[in-house]
């Protein structure tokens, strides 16, 4: 049997609530992720902040506004504005069947990993995506 801890990463990109967004646009970019899990200092898990969390809290590029006065506004916002505080995590001990039917039923495009409030991972839809390719690698070399 598979569980959470099998597959989630754990080098993982976090903020503080007191980030700012434009800290969050910046790291989301840099490091082509869509997701940033929220802790505090001891690492207790806080929420989540989505790249479709960000896209709602920003103004549209079709205001017409520069790009510099976003910078500055996005500043000024930080992250705890506009996180997710009611979100849905497993264990590493989860069934890794359990966390893709959490993922696939309630669309959901990842899962943070709590261990005792303390953040230890997170499962995304490209884990499983990766996880797919492996196994129909391994059924095609029988």
């Known amino acids: 049997m598979l569980y959470v ?7 993982l990109f976090t903020l ?24 505090d200092e001891p690492g ?10 960000i896209l709602s809290s920003t103004i549209s590029r079709f205001a017409d506004v520069e790009q510099e006065i976003q910078d500055e506004i996005d500043s000024g916002i930080p992250v705890s504005e506009i996180m997710r505080t009611d ?17 696939f039923n309630h669309k959901y495009g990842c899962l943070p990993v709590v261990d005792r409030d303390r953040l230890v991972g997170i499962i995304t839809e490209a884990d499983f995506l990766k996880l797919t390719i492996s196994l129909m690698d391994a059924v095609e070399a029988l």
């Open 16 to 39: 503080k609530q007191t980030d700012s967004l434009k800290t969050a646009k910046s790291l989301m970019n840099l490091a082509r992720i869509r997701h940033i899990p929220i802790i």
């Open 5 to 11: 801890s099998d597959l989630m990463s754990t080098n």
């Open 87 to 103: 979100v849905i995590t497993v264990t590493p001990d989860t069934r890794l069947r359990d966390a893709a039917e959490m993922l």
């Open 44 to 53: 207790f898990f806080l929420g989540l902040l989505t790249h479709r969390d």
